[in-house]
């Protein structure tokens, strides 16, 4: 017999099988030696109160043995020889588009500007060692895209989520652990992200699809208004009538090139920020009210929202025990963001903190027309590469300074490789953006009191929250509203914000494909 309950346990006890028995046993009424197995189904920690509690939704076996059922793969047939589907961009979204073209009988040619996983950690490396960016390939591009080497947070604040459980059960098959399923906040972490990926690529080349890295598509064929194929950066074509373009937010020559062609794109809100780094200890006391943490918790994270003046302010892909990677994708710019190892064991904790943005607040940009948001993004990372003094090093400030208006004097160490150049941030940001980031820390200290500290330091821009245009497309169809046979997909199309709904819209867009 199984039956299902919902328990509130000390860390310790959800850590240890015997004594969790022993607690289901004693709550339930249920003889000790009669529950042959606890299953976990649900995980999530309760720490609102002094005493923390782990929340748990398990399955119990009563006399029952319980046998365990592995995470299944679909069946992915042989594709080699079927229809194709053109697939621009490897990320979460192309990937997934990819998985799913297979399994509905077509095969993908997926085409990837960058490398793969392990040649892309060479330009990582000359990122941080020697302020090199490879326009191609580095932390937003190549295979994997984006959420390669990132926290790898699997959920999303999205309302319209989709199948989350079915993009996470195939990340099991693909060799994540299985207790992404478990936990309320999974997370899979940027030691084990890679492998993931090449498997993913190797499923997908196994069945018969394609996968061509180091390959920039540089023009769409279009004619009466449907889609013929795309260009390569060697000039040679490809011709298709179906194109999934999942290039992420990041592919500012992509939403250029659209725009140049009059294919319709609108400029999108957005955020932006700084990204801001405590130790994890300091977070810990804070979020767990004590001391030190204790063994059987794991680092703390955090989410904070707060209205500042009428805008919203808030933390954004928060990595606890994490460091702060160097994002920019071209030459001349900045750009920060965050990742962490499985374990998050990294002494720091990083978030990004950024403050909402409406498209009024890109008037000056106008003449850009829909570009006037991404304008307004590149000029910040641009101005924060001259005042880091141009190399990749960022703009930091002690948070406290930050929010005093006073340049720091001598700046604390960072785990941002590059390096950091002490400025005021008023220098690097407009100023409704300064002074939003200024009152904003001072109210998340009213609910994280001792967050507004000197040993804090704010660095400078965390840029790429979401994408800044929206590529639009036939609620329906998910074909461009105007060009037939393109398919804008994912988060940079802005349909997408993460790792899974950018994974669950590239699967719409394989769908919506393959009807067609
Ligand atoms: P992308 O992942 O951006 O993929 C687009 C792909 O298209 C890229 O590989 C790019 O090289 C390729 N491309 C672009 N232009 C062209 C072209 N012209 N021709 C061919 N290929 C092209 N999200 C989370 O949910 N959890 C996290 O913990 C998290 N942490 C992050 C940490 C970091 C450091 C970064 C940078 C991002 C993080 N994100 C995280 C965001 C997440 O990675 C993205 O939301 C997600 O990857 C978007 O998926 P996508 O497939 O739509 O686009």
Redesign the pocket.
């Known amino acids: 017999m199984q039956h299902e309950f919902t328990i509130q346990v000390s860390p310790e006890t959800a850590a240890n099988p015997n004594q969790l028995k022993y607690q289901v046993s004693k709550k339930n009424k249920i003889p000790l030696e009669e529950i042959k197995h606890i299953q976990i189904l649900k995980r999530s920690i309760d720490a609102r109160q002094r005493a923390i509690k782990i929340n748990l939704k398990i399955n119990v076996f009563v006399n029952e043995v319980y046998a365990e059922a592995p995470i299944q793969l679909p069946i992915y047939p042989d594709v080699s020889n079927a229809s194709e589907i053109i697939i ?8 997934f588009a990819a998985l799913r073209s297979i399994e509905l009988g077509f095969k993908p040619i997926v ?4 490398k793969d996983v392990r040649a892309r950690r060479r330009d990582l490396k000359a990122i941080n060692r020697d302020h090199i960016v490879n326009e ?1 390939s580095n ?18 604040r999205s309302k319209k989520r989709g199948d989350v459980h079915r993009i996470l059960k195939l990340l099991v098959g693909f060799g994540a652990t299985d207790q992404i399923l478990v936990e309320a906040h999974p ?1 899979i972490g940027t030691n084990k992200l890679p492998d993931i990926i090449a498997s993913i690529r190797k499923k997908i080349i196994e069945c018969g699809g394609v996968i061509h890295f180091e ?4 023009d769409f064929e279009i004619k009466n208004n449907e889609i013929n194929g795309v260009t390569l950066q060697d000039g040679s074509k490809i011709l298709t009538n179906k194109v999934i373009l ?6 500012r ?2 939403f250029e090139l659209l725009y140049k062609k009059k294919v319709a794109i609108e400029a999108k809100p957005f955020a932006l920020g700084v990204r801001v780094e405590h130790s994890q200890q300091l977070i810990d006391q804070i979020q767990y009210k004590c001391e030190v943490r204790g063994p059987y918790l794991p680092p703390s994270p955090y989410s904070i929202v707060k209205q500042v003046g009428g805008r919203g302010m808030y933390s954004f ?1 928060m ?1 606890p025990g994490g460091v702060i ?1 160097p ?1 920019a994708t071209k030459p001349g710019e900045v750009v920060t ?3 962490s190892p499985s374990k998050r064991d990294q002494p720091t904790s990083n978030s990004g903190i950024v403050v909402e943005l409406r498209l009024d607040d890109f008037k000056e940009y106008a003449k850009y027309g829909p570009l006037a948001a991404m304008y307004f993004q590149k000029n910040i990372e641009q101005q924060a590469w001259r005042v880091g003094g141009e190399t990749q090093k960022v703009p930091a400030q002690r948070l406290l300074d930050m929010t005093q208006g006073k340049v720091s004097t001598h700046l604390p160490d960072t785990s941002y490789k590059p390096g950091l150049t002490s400025a005021d941030m008023s220098t690097v940001f407009p100023e409704f953006i300064h002074k939003t980031l200024q009152y904003g820390f001072k109210a998340f200290d009213k609910s994280m009191r001792g967050y507004l500290t000197n040993e804090a330091v704010v660095h400078a821009p965390e840029s ?1 929250t979401s994408s800044p245009v929206r590529i639009p497309r036939d609620w329906k169809t998910l074909e461009h509203t105007q060009v037939k046979g393109l398919y804008p ?5 802005g349909y ?8 669950i ?2 699967e719409k867009c394989a769908e919506a494909c393959v009807k067609k």
């Open positions: 621009v961009g490897a990320g979460p979204a192309g990937l085409l990837e500007r960058g191609d932390y937003c591009f190549g295979e994997g895209g984006a959420g390669t080497y990132s926290d790898g947070k699997l959920y999303t997370h390959t920039r598509v540089t999942a290039t992420g937010h990041s592919a020559d992509i892909c990595c990677a994002c963001n965050g990742w790429r997909c994912g988060e940079g199309a997408a914000g993460g790792i899974i709904s950018a994974a819209d590239g």
